[in-house]
Nanobody
Framework: QVEIVESGGGSVQAGGSLRLSCAASTSVYEDNCIGWFRQYPGKEREGVAY????????WYITSVKRRFTISQDDAKNTVYLQMNDLRPEDTAMYYC???????????????????WGQGTQVTVSS
């Protein structure tokens, strides 16, 4: 079964941390680009960070560089998004998705991601 399941969202105060997990079935994990996206109410979904699981190359949007870290655990077919120094503007629904092959530079390339999780809410209070 091809699937992606996110977990780890929650509510934190500004300056706090959360770690999101994205567990993927093998067919959409190996040698794929796994991306974390977020969506604000009434806005389009945007890419936040991507990782190409064959080699671990990563990409980030400017606003999360030095605060967020995307990483992989091949033994668990899982990609993580460690989010530090969270800000109220990071409040959004976060999604994980997979596309075959290399990653496009975020925040674009959404149309190439074909398998999506159900999302997990992150809320940061000031």
């Amino acid at each position: 079964q091809v699937e992606i399941v996110e977990s780890g969202g929650g509510s934190v105060q500004a300056g706090g941390s959360l770690r999101l997990s994205c567990a993927a079935s093998t067919s959409v994990y190996e040698d794929n680009c796994i991306g974390w996206f977020r969506q604000y109410p009434g806005k389009e979904r945007e890419g936040v960070a991507y990782i190409f699981t064959d080699g671990g190359t990563t990409w980030y949007i400017t606003s999360v560089k030095r605060r967020f870290t995307i990483s992989q655990d091949d033994a668990k077919n899982t990609v993580y998004l460690q989010m530090n120094d969270l800000r109220p503007e990071d409040t959004a629904m976060y999604y994980c998705a997979s596309k075959g092959g290399v990653c496009p530079p975020p925040p674009g390339g959404l149309r190439y991601f074909t398998v999506w999780g159900q999302g997990t809410q992150v809320t940061v209070s000031s």
